[in-house]
């Protein structure tokens, strides 16, 4: 029967580095475990906590006005009390923003992807989208006075009888915001289309423009749709652009030309103001912006879900 050599110091030494190695190891991956699910809980905690704050303040003001009336009433006038709180013609204001934002950066958007995808080169894409991704970084106070100095200005060359605070506007200014969303989105949508796709159109005698509108788009669809919704959803909760550009009229109104007052540019006006807490309209703007809230996170389950349609698709 052989008998094991006893470990010479050196081998003890060399195994107990490899133990401390690993345990080190052990417990580092650990602590980033935990860590990471500290965050996602906060997360999470923060979610519940914003859904609290707005229940919990939006509550008082539906004692006094029957949802029925908040959701269907064609009157806004919080002032004098009790007040009239149909929000009717918020909800319009703020989605005549939105669709007109929608009508101007959709398309654009989409095509600036196109271009930058599928036909730029690398040094005209490495100069082209910085460029384009730099409007994302603006203040929206900048848009807001942009849209107000110089959009307004230019649309009154055209249409005389614009006000100076007006729905268009808005909307072009919105629009520019969200461009740089709408264009990054498509274009990470495009690209993940396999290239074995575009290689046997072509293989099979369509142009590079066919192969494009028939094939690439197609196969981006639900990316780009998911883009698109994420990008109006971003238009939807827009403030201080739309405050400065679009005006704070809160009428029915559905004439483009006309100023406007959107859900958030009230909750800005209305708090920016001397209100007394407790009263009808301080609990007006926690009503206005749970809506505001439903609105944005149905939308955001639908590019969700698209999102994960697309993801899966080509994996």
């Known amino acids: 029967m052989s008998i ?14 490899q133990r401390s190695q690993k345990l080190g190891r052990v417990l580092s991956e650990g602590a980033i475990r935990w860590f990471c699910l500290a965050c996602a809980i906060l997360s999470i905690f923060t979610t519940f906590g914003i859904i609290y704050v707005l229940l919990s303040q939006a509550l008082p003001f539906f004692r006094s006005v029957s949802p029925v009336t908040f959701l269907t009433g064609m009157d806004w006038k919080p002032t004098p009390e009790p007040g009239s709180y149909g929000v009717i013609p918020l909800v319009t204001s703020t989605l005549m ?29 490495t100069i082209l989208k910085p460029a384009l991704e730099l409007l994302a970084g603006i203040p929206t106070v900048v848009y807001g006075y942009f849209g107000l100095f110089f959009v307004t200005p230019l649309l009154k060359k055209f249409l005389p009888d614009i006000q100076a605070s007006n729905a268009l506007a808005g909307a072009v200014v919105v629009g520019i915001m969200i461009l740089p969303l709408v264009s990054s989105l498509c274009e990470d949508a495009i690209s993940s289309v396999p290239k074995a796709l575009r290689e046997g159109a072509q293989g099979l005698g369509a142009t590079k423009s066919e192969t494009i509108l028939k094939i690439v788009v197609p196969s981006a669809f639900s990316g780009v749709v998911a883009s698109f919704i994420l990008a109006l959803s971003r238009a939807l909760g827009e403030t201080m652009a739309v405050t400065l550009a679009a005006g704070s009229n809160p009428v029915f109104n559905l004439d483009p030309q006309k100023g406007i007052l959107t859900m958030t540019a009230y909750m800005v006006s209305t708090s920016k103001g001397d209100i ?40």
């Open 4 to 17: 094991a050599p006893p470990n010479t110091p050196t081998q003890e030494l060399a195994v107990q580095a």
């Open 97 to 125: 923003i939105t669709v007109g934002a929608g009508i101007f950066a959709l398309p654009i958007g989409l095509l600036s992807a196109i271009f930058l995808s599928e036909y730029a080169k690398p040094r005209t894409r």
């Open 276 to 315: 007394s807490v407790g009263s009808m309209k301080y609990y007006s703007i926690f009503a206005v912006g749970l809506l505001l809230f439903v609105f944005t996170m149905v939308m955001n389950l639908i590019a969700q879900r698209l999102v994960r349609k697309f993801r899966l698709s080509y994996q």
